[in-house]
């Protein structure tokens, strides 16, 4: 019913800057919480950065001030500008997105986008 597109990853140096973009699409009434996680190889997935449909926003300790969260509601898309890039930040970064669905009971599901590597060298 709601698929969710990741863009925009690939391969930069130390220092370097990526901006990621996530497109839903599909049976949507409104987007509310959208965020980005990732996983690196051996690591569990960890949540990288939030954002509500105020636009209130959270991030990972370990990405603040690197990193910003932001979303366009009339195109149900959110981006994450990766700034500042180190190694560790290399992982598969996946988007996540809380939908309510057009129908007939408007029910909220959560969904992922199938990921996009981000490989940072040094």
């Known amino acids: 019913q709601v698929q969710l597109v990741e863009s925009g990853g690939g391969l930069v140096q130390a220092g370097g800057s990526l901006r990621l973009s996530c497109a839903a699409s599909?049976?949507?009434?409104?987007?509310?919480?959208m965020g980005w996680y990732r996983q690196a190889p051996g690591k569990q997935r960890e949540s990288v950065a939030g954002i509500s449909s105020g636009g209130r926003t959270n991030y990972a300790d370990s990405v603040k001030g690197r990193f910003t969260i932001s979303r366009d509601g009339a195109k149900n898309t959110v981006y994450l500008q990766m700034n500042s890039l180190k190694p560790e930040d290399t992982a598969v970064y996946y988007c996540?997105?809380?939908?309510?669905?057009?129908?007939?009971?408007?029910?909220?599901?959560?969904?992922w986008g199938q990921g996009t590597q981000v490989t940072v060298s040094s």
């Open positions: 599909g049976s949507i009434f409104s987007i509310n919480a």
């Open positions: 996540n997105a809380d939908v309510v669905v057009v129908t007939n009971r408007l029910a909220e599901y959560n969904y």
